[in-house]
């Protein structure tokens, strides 16, 4: 009997080593896909990819704000707050980087605001596709980003019943679980409206409250919905663009950052 218990032992002891080894291989394989991900991607400062020295506006410790890439402006002055964390939703940042993201929104409303004539901007995020915030720390699924749509100021209530449409024809209300419109505040925005962990899309109005829409069907949900709700306000399309050729738009991104760092920019500020 004491033999018999002994083989069933090392069998196990057996069996648990090679289920370690299994899994040793595949966290090396996964952080492999990781880091590939991570050189990959083009909103990460430290990536191979990141082609966006030239249209830098401002960088804080936790966040940096640019104007969006050529091919993504179909508004001129188009621009992205970003975490400098690879992180898939402004839900999952620390509240430093929340911060930062807070104050670089209401330093752009004011700047818009001062144009003239005066503009409204739109604050859009699309964090849609999740991973476990462990690996999105290592650089697994996409780098969020805030885009800003600078608008005619008189456009903004038509913004917003606008935006509500397009959150209610989102997805077959026979498939959604959730509620459609979600309201959040001027003050807590996304973070006191969606709990950590789920797909959505969120638009705020200049800082004045806004809408987010929990996403059910995360597969066939399109990624460039914010994009496509913006253009069709204005009755553009996401192929249209604000700049025609890249002389224009590196001409605006040194016309915006001297602007914007002349009296509006908050990292300038506490210098």
Not at 31 to 56: D, P, Y
Not at 91 to 105: F, I, K
Request: glycine share 6%; charged share 30%.
């Amino acid at each position: 009997a004491y033999g018999l218990g002994n083989y069933e032992s090392q069998d196990r002891k057996v069996d648990a080593k090679k289920w370690a080894e299994k899994h040793l291989k595949q966290e090396k394989q996964e952080k492999g896909r990781i880091q590939v991900n991570l050189e990959k991607c083009t909103f990460c400062m430290e990536s191979k990819k990141f082609q966006r020295k030239e249209a830098m506006m401002s960088v804080a410790p936790h966040v940096y704000l640019c104007l969006d890439a050529f091919n993504r402006c179909i508004f001129p002055n188009q621009v992205c707050i970003v975490p400098q964390e690879h992180c898939n939703a402004t839900t999952e940042l620390e509240e430093a980087a929340a911060a930062e993201v807070r104050n670089y929104q209401k330093c752009l409303v004011r700047f818009f605001e001062e144009q003239d004539p005066p503009q409204a901007i739109i604050f859009v995020e699309t964090a849609i596709h999740r991973v476990s915030r462990d690996k999105a720390l290592l650089g697994a699924g996409p780098h969020t980003c805030i885009v800003g749509y600078p608008i005619e100021l008189a456009l903004l209530p038509e913004c917003r019943s606008y935006w509500k449409k397009a959150f209610d024809e989102a997805e077959n209300e026979f498939e959604t679980t959730h509620k459609k419109v979600i309201p959040t505040d001027a003050k807590g925005g996304v973070r006191a409206a969606v709990p950590k962990g789920f797909p959505y899309v969120h638009v705020d109005f200049a800082l004045t409250g806004g809408y987010a829409h929990v996403v059910d069907d995360v597969a066939e949900f399109p990624r460039d919905f914010g994009q496509h709700v913006m253009a069709g306000m204005c009755e553009l399309t996401i192929l249209d663009r604000a700049y025609h050729a890249k002389e224009e738009y590196k001409s605006a991104c040194q016309n915006i950052k001297t602007r914007f760092a002349d009296g509006f920019d908050w990292v300038q500020a506490q210098k």
